[in-house]
């Protein structure tokens, strides 16, 4: 059992190439809060990240993810999809996502914080999807507060709400939270995948995932 949070490559395979992207972490303390902003969220409140999937199904995958990253992208947009529909809606796995935003990458937090507000709202899935589908943000270098500010209409967001969650960095400590169970376990890339607590060192494919459920499931019968 000792073995299970030392370090590990975690892989997003896309098209049947490796693709890993991996950076040593020191958490940068939370952006101070705008005068009158929403009360931030403390980091005790217990959140455990946002799911998919029914709480009784027999697996739970969980990911760390980065928004600005391009394999997290790749993985959300190419491989997700398939596992939403032959996995998580069958109710044979659960998927919890967690924020692991890499020091690197410029507006990772931003667009992570972005979802957290949508997620007060309910949509946090559907800005994860906005995020990841329309990913050219995150290759322009420049500030994409415009557009996620775009995409939280899109999406059906109060955006008086929207605006006041991001403007008082809300969630910021939620987010250092999640970066520092992460290193916690050993996550050093994205994304990094977890299967019931255990690190996951196969490939990130659909049917990888759905090969090992269905291995995962045949031994709890």
């Known amino acids: 059992m000792k073995g299970f949070y030392l370090l590990v490559v975690v892989v997003a395979v896309i098209g049947g190439g490796a ?7 020191s958490p940068a303390p939370p952006p101070s809060a705008a005068p009158g902003a929403a009360t931030p969220v ?3 409140d217990a959140f455990r990240g946002f799911t998919l999937g029914s709480d ?13 990253c391009p394999f997290c992208a790749s993985f959300a947009t190419v491989q997700m999809p398939v596992i939403r529909e032959q996995l998580i809606a069958a109710g044979r796995l659960r998927w919890r996502f967690r924020d692991f935003p890499l020091p690197s990458h410029k507006y990772s937090r931003y667009g992570a914080m972005a979802a957290q507000c949508a997620g007060e709202q309910g949509k946090f899935w559907e800005m994860h999807d906005q995020l990841f589908n329309n990913h050219q943000w995150a290759q322009t270098g420049k500030n994409p507060g415009s557009l996620f500010r775009d995409f939280a209409k899109a999406i059906g967001l109060d955006l008086d709400k929207y605006d006041g969650c991001l403007d008082g960095q809300r969630y910021a400590a939620r987010l250092d939270a ?22 996951y060192t196969g ?3 659909s049917d990888d995932f759905k090969t090992l459920v269905d291995s995962l499931t045949k031994k709890h019968k």
């Open 19 to 25: 693709l890993w992207y991996s950076s040593q972490r």
């Open 42 to 44: 403390a980091a005790a």
């Open 56 to 68: 009784s199904a027999p697996v739970e995958i969980t990911e760390y993810s980065d928004f600005e």
């Open 178 to 199: 999640s970066v520092q169970e992460g290193e916690q376990v050993g996550v050093r890339g994205t994304p990094s995948f977890f299967v019931s607590g255990r690190p």
């Open 203 to 205: 490939r990130g494919t």
